[in-house]
């Protein structure tokens, strides 16, 4: 039996939760949060709609020894989101991954870490620097959600199916992301043959801001990325080998960002080597320098 960890349970924890209760696979599955009560009754009550779906999943409020055997540990524990930077609640976002981590390092997990917190390439480092772990075993969801609506933008406007649609956002999970254009394509066609200047940009800016636009509605988002968080734990589990842009740690700018990567048993198997333009090039090297920066705040580079 396959077993997960979900450390912090609030909208993206739940909603992960309730995605993984519905696949067909016996999973045991533990919930770790600094709120016990709220879990017991998350619990309960997901436990009675498991009855009718009759699936093998095994579900009970944790602690960190359940991470001794766990497959993968998934860490959605963060500050509750706000319409803002990313990047302004970075200090207390480090004190929960630093209370997460302690406790960790003191269990025997020799499993695949998943991050969803915010800022996330700068917490998936630090979750990365603090535990000690291979790179390849600490993956940030990074710019996946970010891809996914693209794809749906880019789906409405020009009616392709989203999954036929290959094109990434790369970089940061934040304000300086940018799409690789030059390697957006709809079967072997560069997307430009369907899109104007003007619609990219449009459709750029549109993603860039989409996580507002939902907060501005519905108060958070949580469904995008725990979607990603179930698509990468179904490669993982299954070792399917699949491509996402996910947060990884680049050898050239030395910071965790995102760049396609194929997903297996391992964590991330290998970094696709994308060609970009000069332009590109320079945007994903700007994202390093904004996750460079905060990391500073946090953790100076002398100290690694
Ligand atoms: P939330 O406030 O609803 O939930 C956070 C949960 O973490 C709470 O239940 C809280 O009790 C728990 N928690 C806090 N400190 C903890 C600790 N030390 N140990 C264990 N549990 C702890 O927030 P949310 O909306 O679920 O968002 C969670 C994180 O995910 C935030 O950082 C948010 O910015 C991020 N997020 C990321 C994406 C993405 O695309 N990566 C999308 C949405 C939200």
């Known amino acids: 039996m396959k077993s997960i960890v979900i450390i912090g349970c609030g909208n993206v924890g739940l909603e992960y939760l309730k995605k993984l209760c519905m696949i067909d696979m016996a999973l045991d599955i533990s919930l770790i949060d600094v709120d016990e009560e709220k879990l ?11 009855v009718y779906r009759n699936n093998n999943i095994s579900l009970k409020v944790g602690n960190y020894n359940d991470c001794d055997n766990a497959d993968i540990v998934v860490i959605t524990a ?48 630090l979750i990365a620097h603090y535990t000690d772990y291979p790179y390849n075993k600490v993956i940030g969801t990074g710019t996946m959600l970010d891809t996914a609506r693209l794809k749906s933008l880019i789906s409405k406007r020009i009616n392709v199916k989203p999954s036929d649609i290959n094109a990434y956002v790369l970089g940061e999970h934040g304000n300086s992301q940018f799409v690789a254009w030059s390697n957006a394509n709809i079967g072997l ?63 050239t700018y030395d910071v965790y960002l995102s760049t396609p990567c194929i997903i297996g048993k391992k964590g991330i198997d290998k970094v696709i080597n994308i060609k970009l333009t000069s332009d590109e090039e320079e945007k994903l090297k700007e994202s390093s320098e904004v996750i460079s920066e905060a990391l500073d705040k946090i953790l100076p580079k002398e100290l690694y």
Request: hydrophobic share 35%; charged share 25%.
């Open 189 to 251: 066609e560069n997307l430009s043959m369907f899109l104007s200047l003007n619609d990219k940009e449009e459709l750029e800016y549109e993603t860039l801001h989409m996580g507002g636009t939902i907060t501005k509605c519905k108060g958070y988002t949580s469904d995008g990325v725990a979607s990603c968080l179930l698509e990468l734990t179904l490669c993982i589990l299954n070792d399917l080998k699949k491509v996402y842009s996910v947060s990884n740690y680049n050898t």
């Open 40 to 50: 017991v009754g998350e619990i309960l009550d997901l436990e009675h709609s498991l």
């Open 78 to 125: 963060g500050v509750p989101q706000a319409r803002k930077d990313r990047m302004s609640d970075l200090e207390k976002a480090n004190e929960i991954a630093v209370d997460i981590t302690n406790k960790l390092r003191e269990t025997s997990f020799n499993g695949i870490i998943l991050v969803a917190c915010n800022p996330l390439d700068v917490i998936t480092e």
